[in-house]
């Protein structure tokens, strides 16, 4: 069994981590999609660079941010992901720069097509429409069939290239929001590739819990979020573009703070969350220290894994999210097939059994409950999420 996994089951060592994080008496948080803890030192770093900028205000800032420490945050930012630090712009987080990406691809032309599914977030979604509204493209709306698999989604790919022949780009997420479902991208990418198709990632939930490789992937357009998987504070994120193709995306309202030829012309100038932004050291030296991706990954798996085999075959549950490791990660959804209204079985959660969960909507598969687990969700906390659910069938 490999290190990883095996360590994905030692509750004391993840306690460990666990015990690095303040967290507020109530409720267990099974809805840790939506941001990250900072663990207590970040905390503390985030405060003391809070009262650093407060005291030194812009004399620090112009003389040693601009000019130095922000380039070493974008150097480590870049070597986090494996790509070339030239490749990367610091965003306040994956919507900002999917938007950015959005809207200054330059590759289109009036009649052109653009493909979203119904699976992508809601701001993407409107950012693509915005497309149709001010670039005279036709956007080309597509549903997964459910239940999901590994060859049903790339077929359906695959049909809609075939079928629209003016596609030029498409939104793809890495990991839905709504069912957690992880999409093959490395394969759509391929197909989109052969169409000359160009593919924009949103990569929101994916970085920090999935290993990755942009390169493998075949991807050369993607934002996403740091405050989700990673551990840093909120108002962070970045965009990737692969360096050949910087000319594709234009400098975003003719920003001209930055030269034509760096990326970071390509999104919106403006005073950022410099303290946030001085927690980054920290905050990659504390997710290495974890194990990185492939270790926090593997210990989010496997509390996923706790209940959903332990409900999969329950008459009354369905569970969303295919059970193919190549499209699982440790957000799942489930719904009570025997109860229409799914915002009240998580108010029954919470009233009766203290578990916090968010109904999500806007899939064709229709409502269902996202349960996250994370950092500080243990074992214990999976066996009670199980009887709650075997009970409330």
Same mark, same amino acid.
């Given at each position: 069994?490999?290190?990883?996994?095996?360590?994905?089951?030692?509750?004391?060592?993840?306690?460990?981590?666990?015990?690095?994080?303040?967290?507020?008496?109530?409720?267990?948080?099974?809805?840790?999609?939506? %941001?990250?803890? #900072?663990?207590? =030192?970040?905390? @503390?770093?985030?405060? !003391?660079?809070?009262? /650093?900028?407060?005291?030194?205000?812009?004399?620090?800032?112009?003389?040693?941010?601009?000019?130095?420490?922000?380039?070493?945050?974008?150097?480590?930012?870049?070597?986090?992901?494996?790509?070339?630090?030239?490749?990367?712009?610091?965003?306040?987080?994956?919507?900002?720069?999917?938007?950015?990406?959005?809207?200054?691809?330059?590759?289109?032309?009036?009649?052109?097509?653009?493909?979203?599914?119904?699976?992508?977030?809601?701001?993407?979604?409107?950012?693509?429409?915005?497309?149709?509204?001010?670039?005279?493209?036709?956007?080309?709306?597509?549903?997964?069939?459910?239940?999901?698999? %590994?060859?049903? #989604?790339?077929? =359906?790919?695959? @049909?809609?290239?075939? !079928?629209?022949?003016? /596609?030029?780009?498409?939104?793809?997420?890495?990991?839905?929001?709504?069912?957690?479902?992880?999409?093959?991208?490395?394969?759509?990418?391929?197909?989109?590739?052969?169409?000359?198709?160009?593919?924009?990632?949103?990569?929101?939930?994916?970085?920090?819990?999935?290993?990755?490789?942009?390169?493998?992937?075949?991807?050369?357009?993607?934002?996403?979020?740091?405050?989700?998987?990673?551990?840093?504070?909120?108002?962070?994120?970045?965009?990737?573009?692969?360096?050949?193709?910087?000319?594709?995306?234009?400098?975003?309202?003719?920003?001209?703070?930055?030269?034509?030829?760096?990326?970071?012309?390509?999104?919106?100038?403006? =005073?950022?969350?410099?303290?946030?932004?001085?927690?980054?050291? /920290?905050?990659?030296?504390?997710?290495?220290?974890?194990?990185?991706?492939?270790?926090?990954?593997?210990?989010?798996?496997?509390?996923?894994?706790?209940?959903?085999?332990?409900?999969?075959?329950?008459?009354?549950?369905?569970?969303?999210?295919?059970?193919?490791?190549?499209?699982?990660?440790?957000?799942?959804?489930?719904?009570?097939?025997?109860?229409?209204?799914?915002?009240?079985?998580?108010?029954?959660?919470?009233?009766?059994?203290?578990?916090?969960?968010?109904?999500?909507?806007?899939?064709?598969?229709?409502?269902?409950?996202?349960?996250?687990?994370?950092?500080?969700?243990?074992?214990?906390?999976?066996?009670?999420? =199980?009887?709650?659910?075997?009970?409330?069938?």
């Amino acid at each position: 069994m490999p290190d990883n996994t095996r360590r994905a089951r030692d509750e004391a060592f993840w306690q460990i981590f666990a015990d690095r994080y303040t967290v507020e008496p109530g409720p267990v948080n099974l809805e840790n999609g939506y %941001f990250g803890r #900072l663990s207590r =030192t970040v905390v @503390e770093e985030y405060q !003391r660079n809070i009262e /650093l900028i407060n005291r030194s205000n812009s004399v620090y800032v112009r003389q040693r941010f601009e000019q130095g420490d922000s380039l070493d945050i974008r150097a480590q930012l870049a070597e986090l992901v494996g790509v070339p630090a030239e490749t990367v712009a610091l965003t306040r987080n994956a919507t900002e720069g999917l938007q950015s990406l959005i809207r200054n691809y330059n590759g289109l032309k009036p009649g052109d097509q653009v493909l979203i599914s119904d699976l992508e977030y809601d701001t993407v979604k409107g950012a693509m429409r915005w497309l149709a509204r001010n670039r005279g493209v036709e956007v080309i709306e597509i549903e997964h069939t459910h239940p999901a698999s %590994f060859d049903s #989604l790339l077929n =359906t790919y695959r @049909e809609a290239f075939e !079928r629209y022949p003016r /596609l030029k780009l498409l939104a793809l997420t890495h990991v839905t929001h709504r069912t957690g479902l992880v999409m093959p991208v490395k394969a759509i990418a391929a197909a989109a590739r052969e169409h000359g198709i160009d593919v924009i990632l949103d990569g929101a939930h994916a970085l920090g819990q999935i290993e990755f490789n942009l390169d493998d992937l075949g991807i050369e357009f993607a934002g996403y979020n740091l405050h989700k998987w990673i551990g840093a504070p909120l108002t962070l994120g970045f965009i990737y573009i692969a360096p050949e193709r910087l000319a594709d995306i234009d400098p975003d309202m003719g920003e001209m703070h930055f030269p034509l030829d760096d990326i970071r012309a390509r999104t919106p100038y403006s =005073t950022p969350n410099i303290p946030a932004l001085l927690t980054l050291p /920290l905050v990659f030296e504390e997710h290495h220290a974890m194990g990185g991706s492939a270790a926090k990954g593997a210990r989010l798996n496997y509390l996923r894994n706790l209940w959903v085999r332990a409900v999969r075959e329950l008459p009354g549950i369905e569970v969303m999210t295919p059970d193919d490791p190549r499209l699982y990660c440790c957000i799942t959804s489930m719904r009570f097939t025997r109860h229409a209204d799914q915002q009240t079985m998580v108010d029954r959660l919470l009233n009766d059994y203290n578990l916090f969960t968010v109904v999500r909507s806007g899939a064709a598969c229709g409502p269902c409950i996202r349960i996250t687990p994370g950092l500080t969700t243990t074992a214990a906390h999976m066996t009670l999420l =199980t009887k709650a659910l075997n009970e409330l069938r």
